[in-house]
């Protein structure tokens, strides 16, 4: 898995991670059942401590994008093809999506600009952002 993460950027390392493994399953380059490296693996690979990576994997787990057990590791539990979101999702993200919505406001982007953006965003996922 080639993942790229800024050092020198505001967002936590942590978080970028989680954000590139997001958008590798949303553009199809990560799938349900794929393998993730190990915390110490990608630690390495990064060069940072693998405790950061752990934290990454634990808000995956947390939001139900990977799975984590002894035997397999890390592994890839939801993308577009396995079905509708789990119990509360929709509520959690829309929350997220208000705040998005209002810095894009706050800036004065305008309707229009914010929906082109968003359709250049979702045609670049696999399905088309369409489950």
Request: aromatic fraction near 4%; charged fraction near 25%.
């Given at each position: ?35 993730l490296p190990s915390t110490r693996q990608l630690g390495v690979d990064l060069g940072i401590n693998f405790h950061t990576v752990s934290k ?76």
């Amino acid at each position: 898995m080639l993942l790229t993460i800024d050092l020198d950027s505001d967002t936590p390392i942590y978080q970028q991670i989680r954000d590139r493994v997001v958008e590798a399953v949303a553009t199809g380059a990560l799938k349900a059942g794929d393998p993730l490296p190990s915390t110490r693996q990608l630690g390495v690979d990064l060069g940072i401590n693998f405790h950061t990576v752990s934290k990454a994997y634990d808000l995956l787990r947390q939001e139900g994008v990977i799975r984590i057990n002894r035997k397999s590791g890390a592994v890839v539990r939801r993308d577009h093809t396995t079905g509708p979101p789990d119990a509360g999702f929709a509520e959690t993200w829309q929350s997220r999506l208000r705040t998005l919505l209002a810095e894009a406001t706050t800036q004065g982007l305008t309707r229009e600009d914010v929906l082109g953006r968003s359709e250049e965003v979702l045609d670049g996922f696999a399905g088309g952002g369409r489950a």
